[in-house]
T-cell receptor
């Protein structure tokens, strides 16, 4: 089975620009979550998508938005980039929000640098 | 909001020694996950703990969960160099996993 794939792996933007990050979920997974990991920190929850709808959001401003597509892939969009947005953005997929273990399978991440 | 505290943050240990990493969290959670992250890499799932008293073991690692004390431990037995990595605990609250700041483990030959 294929794992979670993310693109691009690295990118550099300047303040005020916009960025789109992409994620393909693992086969058989229908839920996608996005996390931001700043250097030396643990991942912080941005939001989750299930059945193409946002299904929970962390403490991130509205300029962080997302989409999920019918094939369960997902995009993370960040508008009006700020220096503090520099981080590793991790996409994680899982089988769903039903009861039972909900192990997240993470992709390798997209490293965003904002100058 | 669920707060997670891991200690120690940094751990340097000799091969063959035992040690325990502690994960305390602030509010009730019945599910807790442990992940490993190698430098520059993504997170790899190690353990899923789904109930009070749960204990899971894989090789030299053993994880436990005490939901009443809001405490999970990751015990390392007879450490080897390959275990050098950063370890995160993540209790689940709703749809969200709350990650600690991680414990950076270095095993010295």
């Amino acid at each position: 089975e294929t794992g979670v794939t993310q693109s691009p792996t690295h990118l550099i933007k300047t303040r005020g620009q916009q960025v789109t990050l992409r994620c393909s979920s693992q086969s058989g997974h229908n839920t996608v979550s996005w996390y931001q990991q700043a250097l030396g920190q643990g991942p912080q929850f941005i939001f989750q998508y299930y059945r193409e709808e946002e299904n929970g959001r962390g403490n991130f401003p509205p300029r962080f938005s997302g989409l999920q597509f019918p094939n369960y892939s997902s995009e993370l969009n960040v508008n009006a980039l700020e220096l503090d947005d520099s981080a590793l953005y991790l996409c994680a997929s899982s089988r769903g929000i039903a009861s039972g273990a909900n192990v997240l399978t993470f992709g390798a991440g997209s490293r965003l640098t904002v100058l | 909001e669920l707060k997670v505290e891991q200690n120690p943050l940094f751990l340097s240990m000799q091969e063959g020694k035992n040690y325990t990493i502690y994960c305390n969290y602030s509010t009730t959670s019945d599910r807790l996950y442990w992940y490993r992250q190698d430098p520059g890499k993504s997170l790899e799932s190690l353990f899923v703990l789904l109930s009070n008293g749960a204990v899971k073991q894989e090789g030299r690692l053993m994880a436990s969960l005490d939901t009443k004390a809001r405490l999970s431990t990751l015990h390392i037995t007879a450490a080897v160099h390959d275990l050098s990595a950063t370890y995160f605990c993540a209790p689940q609250g709703g749809n969200q996993f709350y990650f600690g700041t991680g414990t950076s483990l270095t095993v010295i030959p």
